[in-house]
Nanobody, 127 residues
Framework: QVQLIESEGGVVGLEDSLMLSCKFS????????IAWFRRPLGRGREFVAR????????YYGDSVKGRFTISRDNDKETVYLQMTNTEFDDQAVYFC????????????????????WGQGTSVIVYQ
């Protein structure tokens, strides 16, 4: 049974940095693409970033492009999300998710594409 566990989130100052991690278990990690989504208070889940199974290709939501970096370590079965230059709009519950299907450019940013989800971790941005 595939499980995804996000690291503890935290409180980060405006324009500061924070790294989240997502630990995978219960399957063949190197066959899954992994994504990060977030859910701001009162809103639905929005796509943040995705990395392919080899770690060679990444995709980002427009709101985080240039500020966030997704990476993975297949030996450690872990995916990371490095957040920099944080904004108030980055405050949300962050989720990692796994997809074993073929990449589809029209659906990769949709939550329903992903088979497995972590429980989420909260990030608070303060001034």
């Amino acid at each position: 049974q595939v499980q995804l566990i996000e690291s503890e989130g935290g409180v980060v100052g405006l324009e500061d940095s924070l790294m989240l991690s997502c630990k995978f278990s219960g399957g063949s990690f190197s066959t899954y693409d992994i994504a990060w989504f977030r859910r701001p208070l009162g809103r639905g889940r929005e796509f943040v970033a995705r990395i392919n199974s080899w770690g060679t290709t990444t995709y980002y939501g427009d709101s985080v492009k240039g500020r966030f970096t997704i990476s993975r370590d297949n030996d450690k079965e872990t995916v990371y999300l490095q957040m920099t230059n944080t904004e108030f709009d980055d405050q949300a519950v962050y989720f990692c998710a796994a997809d074993r299907g073929l990449f589809d450019p029209t659906t990769y940013s949709l939550p329903e594409t992903y088979e497995y989800w972590g429980q989420g971790t909260s990030v608070i941005v303060y001034q």
